[in-house]
């Protein structure tokens, strides 16, 4: 809580230092003049920086998005895949009486 009061305060004292006039201008008029050209130059450089860095990030990101994407479609070649169509029915097994009789005595049974 101190350090809080304690910047509040300089930067009160900061702001009246920069309000007082001096041949009826504020310092801060002074000073602006003065470092005005550095600060455009360091916000043109800045400005390019994030510009390139923004560019080259959109590039890797679609590199990445590119690259996850396959560009063959995946289809299944063999003949003993599951996801082949059925264009036969299996043939029905024939069941004897003699092997039915067994079954239901086996079905009852347990």
């Known amino acids: 809580m101190k350090s809080i009061f304690k910047t509040i305060g300089i930067l009160t004292a900061f702001l009246c230092f920069l309000s007082i006039n001096v041949d009826g201008?504020?310092?801060?008029?002074?000073?602006?003049?003065?470092?005005?050209?550095?600060?455009?130059?360091?916000q043109e450089v800045t400005e390019a920086f994030l510009k390139r860095s923004v560019s080259n990030t959109k590039d890797y990101s679609k590199k990445i998005f590119d690259n996850s994407v396959p560009k063959v479609k995946d289809t299944v070649k063999?003949?003993?895949?599951?996801?082949?169509?059925?264009?036969?029915?299996p043939v029905e097994e024939k069941i004897t009486d003699e092997d039915r009789e067994e079954l239901d005595a086996?079905?009852?049974?347990?």
Do not use: C, D, E, G
């Not at 063999?78 to 029915?89: E, G, M, P, R, W």
């Not at 086996?106 to 347990?110: A, Q, S």
């Open 25 to 42: 201008k504020p310092i801060f008029n002074s000073i602006y003049r003065v470092i005005s050209p550095i600060t455009l130059s360091a």
């Open 106 to 110: 086996l079905i009852k049974n347990h």
């Open 78 to 89: 063999s003949k003993f895949s599951a996801h082949q169509k059925v264009t036969h029915l």
